[in-house]
């Protein structure tokens, strides 16, 4: 059961040009969401996260959008620059005690391949 | 340097024989983890500890072994058992005291020759 699911494998951009990468999921205890972008035969690297209080959350070129009642994130990259192009991941986690002060796992997406063209 | 190190970065392996797979970190984090990736696939959770001395299986255990004797240290054992262990292995960790983000390795090469 895929928990987390990027339906888009890829995606191609002109740079200069806005990058929108989606995300949707479907465990409704996911509080808590996170973007890390990927670089071949290196370790993923964390961009950017938002909690479930918020719908918003921005650094720098950056933005991810969280709509909860549609179970949907997305990461907006704008401008996109070539320096971009990797494999970025979505990744989603809950609280796992009654105080909410320890996180549980995170649970990936399949990723989508961004290609940002000069 | 703070940071998780993982070693070796590519790695050879016979058929029947278990390798293991070194991660070390110096960021005093509580929670270590490893994960796979295999080509046009996410990264899947093998194993994760939040505490020395224990452990718990995450989503694809089955032919891996883990041990967690030292907050530094969290290796990852191979076995024989595993019936297509050539992929991508990362190493993670993170500290519980506030917010999820957990902090990866380089990674880890394991083909099986």
């Known amino acids: 059961d895929q928990q987390v699911k990027q339906n888009s494998p890829s995606l191609s951009v002109q740079e200069g040009r806005i990058s929108i990468l989606n995300c949707d999921y479907t465990n409704s205890m996911f509080d808590y969401f996170l973007w890390y972008k990927k670089y071949p035969a290196e370790g993923p690297t964390f961009l950017i996260s938002?909690?479930?209080?918020?719908d918003k959350n921005e650094d720098g070129r950056f933005t991810v959008f969280l709509n909860k009642s549609a179970k949907h994130l997305s990461l907006h990259i704008v401008p996109s620059q070539p320096g971009d192009s990797a494999v970025y991941f979505c990744?989603?986690?809950?609280?796992?005690?009654?105080?909410?002060?320890?996180?549980?796992?995170?649970?990936f997406g399949q990723g989508t391949i961004l290609t940002v063209h000069p | 340097d703070g940071g998780i190190t993982q070693s070796p970065k590519y790695l050879f392996r016979k058929e029947g024989q278990n390798v293991t797979l070194s991660c070390e970190q110096n960021?005093?984090?509580?929670?270590m983890y490893w994960y796979r990736q295999d080509p046009g696939q996410g990264l899947r959770l093998i194993y994760y500890s939040q505490i020395v001395n224990d452990f718990q299986k995450g989503d694809i255990a089955e032919g891996y072994s883990v041990s967690r004797e030292k907050k530094e240290s969290f290796p990852l054992t191979v076995t024989s058992a595993q019936k297509n262990p050539t992929a991508f292995y990362l190493c993670?960790?993170?500290?519980?005291?506030?917010?999820?983000?957990?902090?990866f390795g380089e990674g880890s090469w394991l083909t099986v020759v």
């Open positions: 993670a960790s993170r500290w519980l005291g506030a917010g999820n983000t957990i902090y």
């Open positions: 938002i909690s479930s209080i918020k």
């Open positions: 960021l005093n984090h509580d929670a």
């Open positions: 990744a989603a986690s809950h609280k796992t005690n009654a105080g909410g002060t320890s996180y549980g796992k995170l649970t």
